[in-house]
């Protein structure tokens, strides 16, 4: 099993931090071996974690979002901290992604898309470390 050590990025609670933290994930992902459409999609899931922390953490208020990356095992791991509010996931209903466009609510596809598109997410909160959100890709495809 082999782990390197982490590299995190700090950035405000600012939507515009988003493609900065996008090419540190890709940029991590890369150097790690992740294949490219596992970047494309670390990235993307990394993106909705972001966006999540930044508008319904911090709700508009000034804070901090870290990003670390690293690998772990067979993983590459991306971690998502804030100091916001906390989420719960348990509290998001299931999108019906079989529904007519037209009949679909706006928005709450982030946790989804976040589940969809890494090999595992995991939800963490307390005081003293945050709100973290750890997604996982395989470096190596599963048989």
């Not at 590299?7 to 996008?22: G, M």
């Not at 993106?47 to 999540?52: G, H, I, L, V």
């Not at 971690?79 to 466009?101: H, I, K, N, S, Y």
Request: hydrophobic fraction near 35%; proline fraction near 4%; charge should be negative.
């Amino acid at each position: 099993m082999s782990t390197t050590e982490p590299i995190e990025l700090c950035v405000s609670s600012d939507l515009t931090q988003l493609a900065r933290i996008s090419e540190f994930v890709a940029e991590s992902a890369r150097r790690a071996g992740v294949p490219e459409a596992g970047v494309f999609e670390i990235q993307m899931a990394t993106d909705e974690a972001c966006t999540n922390s930044i508008e319904h953490a911090y709700g508009g208020k000034t804070g901090e979002v870290r990003v670390c990356c690293w690998v772990e095992g067979d993983d590459f791991v991306v971690r998502v901290t804030d100091f916001g509010r906390r989420f719960d996931p348990g509290q998001v209903p299931l999108p019906d992604t079989a529904a007519p466009l037209e009949s679909r609510d706006i928005g709450g596809l982030g946790l989804f898309f976040m589940r969809e598109l890494t090999d595992q997410v995991e939800f963490l909160s307390d005081a003293d470390s945050g709100n973290r959100v750890i997604l996982r890709k395989h470096l190596r495809r599963q048989s």
